[in-house]
Each structure stands twice: as structure tokens, then as C-alpha cells.
């Protein structure tokens, strides 16, 4: 602490001004310190008094002036001050209700001299409370929050302490009615009937509690504590109930797709997981499909070989991870696929995952104006099951039996027919068979509930079957105008053991009415670039 002289000098300052500035609120410690360096220079000192906080001034009992010196707690160490014979005839107290001592004239003030005999019976008369927590009632609050501080934003785990990591009870059982009536948020009647009572609590750390209880109380009115509290444990019960989802591993396939940079974190991961009801393995997040800064560009020469160097890579650790090579032998974890690429990627990386039960496939929601950003990856909290028709399969030319044929996918756009190649389409007109999977109305969040990739994967069912089983084609070509989450779904549905040759499209760069264009072709063995014909094998 600073001398005495420092404090003083502060002090007169404050006390020239009308309204006397609130002075820094200090622990018992900083607070005895500084009464005890007043009494060893000679001071007089009077402190002024409140059920919850003190103001003292140092001066003269017979002359004053009084000056302000500090304002803080009174505790342990004070009493310990106050007890020192050498104080003697030095140290005055005055019991004021007001809720700012600091701010009162100490000369129009009464004073009573402070004797050694007196202390604890003044002590006492500070105190006031109705009653205090009992240990039934402190077990309740504490467990209903965890043993963390229930102040918005803090959290700190009050179990340990937070520089030096010893465990122990670290907590404040904070009233958030005063037992006191004259205490902070007192009140004439509840301050007695909630003394005890656990709904009437907060479990704080210190700084928090010396903050609503002593610093600023006046911020802090007891609705807004209440609140808190509430919050509080719906968020505590929230997190623990999620200790009873089902753990996945979580596997990020992420690119610049147009200039969007990916956006997530562990943080977003988790939190959508949640909402899911699932729980996030304590493993880290895996990250396969990651080209680096390189920017999606599928109809570039030198963007492929870049891709299949990288998946060279990536392809072995991938698939010994999905087999169990990689899990010490263990089955295929569950996995939370997050997929933010360019559609010919989430189509490869879905035919390399393949339609196993246990995959959990998130799709990343466009942020709106205000939201926080933990809700990209969340299922919206508005989003309905969708009703049964809502992805439609059509034949848009039929056949009986043909060696290739295009499968449309109309979800965030509809795809005409003039924007496709040849031989899909010719002056406008189909040329082969073609199946298309539409809703009525396509728009980019058409994707808004875990039920629509449940649905639009009955849909590609049907359309493949019609495809593959029906028709009998060995190629089939792909446009797909839909969300990430669908896309990599529909890779899924290329089962290895038999399908046809899948050639992706997608858009030259040009705007919404840009033609598509082949990029890679997807069989049962392999992958090859349709341009350079390079190629990486998709068997283990």
C-alpha cells in the first residue's frame, strides 16, 4: 500500500469536490494496513460504518479536519488493528444506514470513542442479518452450481484456487435479498423470510462477491442476481445432462470455397454437438481435405494435382481410421462430420466415408445479423422435420436401358438445362435419360433440420436405384446445386461394391447462369481428374 501521506493527499482532493468521489473499495487486508500506518503516524481516525462496507477518515477528534482515506471491508485483520493497545483514544466509529459512507460529513457526524472492551459487541451491531446459510442449504447451492461462480461470465471453480491450483473451498454464499434489512437489496420483510433460504443464494468467488456486495451494489439490484442465478444452473444442468449423449469424434473437411474462408472452432464444434444431443470426444478434431490457403478452383490445371498430393496423404489415414487400423483394432468410432468444401470434395469425401450408421453429418447455417457465431454449425432453434415430399425425385427423360445418364440435385438452385454440357444436353435439350431430386421452393437453407438429410437421403436412394438398378447405367453425370451437409450425403450413397462411374460437375466461374463442367470422376475403384486423367486409387 501506499504512505499515508500519498493517501492523504489523494484524499483532499476528493474532499474539495461537492459530491465526494466513490474511493476504491479495498479487502480487510489493504484496509487494515492502511488504518494501522494512520495510527502509527499519530492520526486520529474515524471509521464510518454500514451493515456492508466502511468509510474511513483520518483527522482529529478536537480540531479535524477530517480527510477521507479509503473505503473497503471490515474483517479479521481490522479487529486485529483495533485491538493493539496503542490505538488507544485514537480510534473512532460511527453506525451510519446510509449506503455511501464515504460520501457524509465526518465533522456533523456523532463519534463514539472505540474501546478494546467494545469491539465485539460493535462488531456485532454491524452485522444485523435475520440469519445465515446453513450447511443443508449451502450443500444445495453449491451442487446447483457445480461448485463454480454463478456471476455471468465468470465460472471460476471454486474448488481450487486459482493461482496456486490447491483444492479447497474457495466460495462465498452471497445473499442476493440482504439478511439484513439495511444491508445490500434489503428489504423490510424478505430480508428475514429468505435468510436461509437456497433459492435466495449465489455461490460467488471473492472478487465477484465483494464486487455486488461492497464495490457496487447499486448495479447489481436483486432481479438481475436472480437471473443470474437461474442462468446459472439451467447452464450447469445443461452441460452435465450432455454427460448422457452418445461421444463422437469430430472430423473437419473444410476448404476455401469462392473466397469463404471456413469458419469454426472447437468451441462452435462442441456447442452444435450438444444441441445435438451428442458429446464431443476429448480426442481432437481430425482434419482431412485441407489444401491449405489455396482457394477452390476446380477448373483450374494446377488445382487437381495439388488436391491428389494431398489426398495421397490424407486417403491412408483416413480410411485406417474408418476400418479400425487406425483405433488399435477397435470398431469405427461414431463421427460429427463438419463440411464446409467444394462440392466435388464433399462428394469424394462422402464415398469415402460411405453410408455407415454412426455418422453424423452437421451443416453449416448462414449467420444472421446479431448472431453469434456458435450458431453457424447449430441445428436453428426454429427448424421443423420437414413434411413427407418435400424432395421429390422426377424423371426428366426416361429410357428403359442406357450406359449413361445425369442425375440432377435442385436444392439451393434450380439447375436448367441450358447451363449443362454436352452430352447431357444439346441446344438446350436433353440428350440421355435424367433423373432430378427438387423441392418447391430451392434456397440456400433449405438444409435446417437433421430430419431433411434423412429425408433427402431417401430421395438419392430412390434416384440411384431408378439409376443404377433400373437402367442399368454405368455413368452417371452429377450437378448439384446443394448444401454442403447434402453433398457430402450424396457421396455417401455411391456404395463401392457396384455403382457406375459418377462424373462431378461443377460451374465455371461467369455468375448464376454459368455452364457446368466436368471435374472429377468417382468409380468403385479409383479417382481421376476427367481434364488430366491423374488419377489416386480409392482401395485400401
Known amino acids: 500500500m501506499g504512505g499515508v501521506q500519498n493517501v492523504e493527499t489523494a484524499a483532499v482532493s476528493n474532499a474539495a469536490l461537492a459530491q465526494p468521489a466513490k474511493p476504491s473499495t479495498l479487502t480487510d487486508t489493504e484496509l487494515a494496513a492502511i488504518v494501522k500506518a494512520l495510527l502509527a503516524a499519530g492520526r486520529d481516525v474515524l471509521v464510518v460504518a454500514n451493515k456492508y462496507t466502511a468509510a474511513v477518515f483520518s483527522g482529529s477528534s478536537d480540531t479535524g479536519p477530517w480527510i ?17 493497545k496503542s490505538i488507544a483514544k485514537r480510534l473512532w466509529v460511527h453506525n451510519t444506514v446510509e449506503s455511501a459512507p464515504w460520501a457524509l460529513d465526518p465533522s456533523a457526524l456523532s463519534k463514539n470513542q472505540l474501546i478494546v472492551g467494545q469491539l465485539t459487541s460493535w462488531m456485532k451491531s454491524l452485522d444485523g442479518r435475520h440469519g445465515h446459510a446453513s450447511a443443508e442449504t449451502k450443500a444445495q447451492v453449491a451442487a446447483l452450481a457445480a461448485n463454480r461462480c454463478q456471476f455471468a461470465g465468470c465460472g471460476e471453480d471454486l474448488s481450487t484456487h486459482l493461482v496456486t491450483g490447491r483444492t479447497g473451498n474457495f466460495s462465498y454464499f452471497a445473499h442476493i435479498v440482504a439478511a439484513s434489512e439495511d444491508g445490500p437489496r434489503g428489504h423490510a420483510t424478505l430480508s428475514a423470510q429468505l435468510a436461509d433460504a437456497p433459492d435466495n443464494f449465489l455461490l460467488l468467488c471473492d472478487k465477484c462477491h465483494r464486487l455486488i456486495d461492497r464495490v457496487d451494489p447499486d448495479s447489481y439490484p436483486a432481479d438481475m442476481l436472480q437471473k443470474m442465478r437461474t442462468d446459472s444452473i439451467n447452464e450447469v444442468r445443461r452441460l452435465l445432462d450432455t454427460l448422457r449423449y452418445p461421444e463422437v469424434e469430430r472430423l473437419y473437411i ?6 469463404q474462408m471456413p469458419q469454426i472452432s472447437d468451441r462452435d464444434a462442441d456447442s452444435a454437438l450438444w444441441k445435438a444431443k451428442l458429446r464431443p470426444s476429448p480426442k481432437a478434431a481430425d482434419s482431412v481435405f485441407s489444401f491449405g490457403g489455396a482457394h477452390h478452383a476446380p477448373h483450374d490445371d494446377a488445382y487437381w494435382p ?16 474408418l476400418n479400425g487400423v487406425g483405433n488399435s483394432g477397435r470398431p469405427r468410432p461414431p463421427l460429427a462430420v463438419f463440411p464446409f468444401h467444394g462440392t466435388s470434395i464433399l462428394i469424394l469425401a462422402g464415398r469415402i466415408l460411405g453410408d455407415m450408421a454412426g455418422t453424423h453429418a452437421l451443416q453449416p447455417h448462414r449467420n444472421k445479423v446479431g448472431e453469434h457465431l456458435e450458431t453457424r454449425w447449430a441445428w436453428p432453434d426454429d427448424a421443423v422435420s420437414p413434411a413427407p415430399g418435400k424432395y421429390q425425385v422426377k424423371v426428366l427423360k426416361s429410357t428403359a436401358q442406357a450406359d449413361e445418364a445425369a442425375l440432377l440435385v435442385s436444392l439451393t438452385y434450380g439447375i436448367t438445362t441450358k447451363r449443362l454440357p454436352s452430352p447431357v444436353a444439346i441446344n438446350g435439350e436433353l440428350a440421355i435419360p435424367a433423373i432430378e431430386i427438387a423441392v418447391d421452393s430451392p434456397n440456400p437453407a433449405i438444409i435446417r433440420h437433421p430430419d431433411d438429410l434423412v429425408h433427402f437421403g431417401a430421395a438419392v436412394d430412390e434416384a440411384l436405384r431408378t439409376l443404377q438398378d433400373t437402367w442399368k447405367v454405368k455413368k452417371v453425370h452429377l450437378f448439384v446445386g446443394a448444401p454442403a451437409s447434402a453433398a457430402l450425403l450424396l457421396g455417401q450413397k455411391m456404395q463401392a461394391r457396384h455403382h457406375a462411374t459418377f462424373h462431378c460437375h461443377e460451374t465455371l466461374p461467369g455468375g448464376p ?28
Do not use: H, M, W, Y
Open 306 to 321: 495439388t488436391v491428389f498430393k494431398t489426398l495421397q496423404f490424407d486417403l491412408p489415414l483416413f480410411q485406417s481410421k
Open 254 to 259: 473444410l476448404g476455401n470455397v469462392t473466397g
Open 68 to 84: 477521507i482515506a479509503c473505503a473497503g471491508e471490515l474483517g479479521t485483520e481490522f479487529f486485529a488493528v483495533a485491538k493493539a
Open 513 to 540: 447462369e454459368s455452364v457446368f463442367a466436368p471435374t472429377i470422376a468417382i468409380s468403385a475403384t479409383a479417382v481421376r481428374t476427367i481434364r488430366s486423367g491423374q488419377a489416386v486409387s480409392l482401395q485400401t
